[in-house]
């Protein structure tokens, strides 16, 4: 499977603290989304990084690519309760296909 | 603008029985897919279409058919329903074709039960 993993599973903070999370991966990339899910809904997109960039930023939201590593993380700023939400990393290959990671469960805490 | 709309929302089926999932988008967009998520497994591709008139396996095809009726609508069909299949059902689509543009846009899930 070329499915993405990430780390930690779940993540507890306070609201205001910074919440950072791991994606790592199997193969070859030519570019790496976030998704954000809240509870009983369906995936957002949140952020794009292609293969060739090392760091994206959008709002309070800082993506970083290491593809020597295979590896990706998601930092949330200054989180609010309303970030409260799974979020997932996707690795798109060459056949256009995104491939998922199992998510981390990030609660703040207000 | 609705986006993705997916129906049913909930559905319960007896091991055997058959249902079809819809599915339909409205943002013009040629590709679109099928999904599984399973507790602890992420999102797992079961078929996608890659533009109208086109349809491919997944990761997880056995046990599914679908239909791209159209360039809105994309049909997920379980012919004979097994406990297995149980699980949260998602449809998404894409305007795919170019880099970059595999950003998916997804509807909100469809909660089958086979008992």
């Known amino acids: 499977s070329q499915q993405g993993e990430e780390d930690p599973q779940a993540l507890s903070i306070q609201e205001g603290e910074n919440a950072t999370m791991n994606c790592s991966y199997k193969?070859?990339?030519?570019?790496l989304q976030w998704y954000r899910q809240n509870s009983g809904r369906g995936l957002v997109h949140l952020i794009l990084?292609?293969?060739?960039?090392r760091e994206k930023h959008s709002g309070r939201l800082r993506v970083t690519l290491d593809t020597s590593k295979k590896s990706s993380s998601l930092l949330i700023t200054a989180s609010r309760a309303a970030d409260t939400a799974s979020y997932f990393c996707?690795?798109?290959?060459?056949?256009?296909?995104?491939?998922f990671g199992t998510g981390t469960r990030l609660t703040v805490i207000p | 603008n609705a986006g993705v709309t997916q129906t049913p929302k909930f559905q319960v089926l007896k091991t055997g029985q058959s249902m079809t999932l819809q599915c339909a988008q409205d943002?013009?967009?040629?590709?679109m897919y099928w999904y599984r998520q399973d507790p602890g497994m992420g999102l797992r591709l079961i078929y996608y279409s890659a533009s109208e008139g086109t349809t491919d396996k997944g990761e997880v095809p056995n046990g599914y058919n679908v239909s791209r009726l159209n360039k809105r609508e994309f049909s997920l069909r379980l012919e004979s329903a097994a406990p297995s299949q149980t699980s949260v059902y998602f449809c998404a689509s894409s305007e795919q074709g170019t880099l970059a543009k595999n950003i998916q846009y997804f509807g909100a899930g469809t909660r089958l039960s086979v008992l």
């Open positions: 996707a690795t798109e290959s060459q056949a256009n296909n995104l491939f």
């Open positions: 193969t070859s990339i030519n570019n």
């Open positions: 990084i292609r293969s060739n960039e």
């Open positions: 943002m013009n967009h040629n590709s």
